[in-house]
């Protein structure tokens, strides 16, 4: 990583910022700021990113398809969100290479990866500072939304969730029976599905696939309700 020559990267992404720090900011891992204020390094301004980048894909994928259901619209819109589609695009910028780290960063594969992601929402966000939401959403379509070679829905809610979890760096869901309960002919399930150490959800169902769906369904339901 060669640190991050404002006019280079500006060049690269399309867009000329009125205010060259905010990518600066945008190009600076934590490792470089420890002991300093967060808004030195692109935390911050990832957050901002991923609320806006979630903001602009919703609308977009009401647009592009008006007739689908609020289910399908989510899992195309995670295909999307999730890191590993983000650190694709990222790395076709070459934000690994602009990001500046401290001498004590691993720089392992799945590091990169991440750092490739996380920059790429924090540039997100730092256009949205530096122009609006106008100039930002014209950046997510023409470089991220029409360049996403695979956004069709994922097939179900477990596959959806699991993709969730791991855009947002939560665990992976973890399935457990609550009960089994009627008679052996004719059995009702009860599984709830465990993230990051909490109960997530709770499904019920005749046979144990079914019961885990509806609760991976009710989990899904009550993230997208916190976003």
Known sequence: MTGHPV????KILG???????????????????????SGDNYERLEFLGDAVLELVTREYLMTEYPQESEGHLTRRKIKIVMKQN???????????????VGNGFDASEGAIDTIAADALEAIIGAIYLDSGLKAAEEFLQREILQKSSDINPL?????????YCQAKGLTLPEYRLVSSTGPDHNPVFTISVIIDGAEAGTGIGRTRKAAREA?????????????
Do not use: I, W
Not at 87 to 98: K, M, Q, V
Not at 155 to 163: F, M, V
């Open 7 to 10: 006019s280079e990267v500006e």
């Open 15 to 37: 867009y000329r910022f009125s205010n060259p720090d905010l990518l600066e900011k945008a190009l600076t891992h934590s490792s470089c700021t420890e002991g300093s204020s």
């Open 86 to 100: 983000l650190s694709e695009h990222g790395r076709r910028f070459g934000l690994n290479r602009f990001v500046q």
């Open 155 to 163: 097939p179900d809610a477990r596959s959806a969730l699991q993709e």
């Open 215 to 227: 609760a991976a369904a009710r989990a899904f339901e009550f993230f997208e309700r916190m976003v």
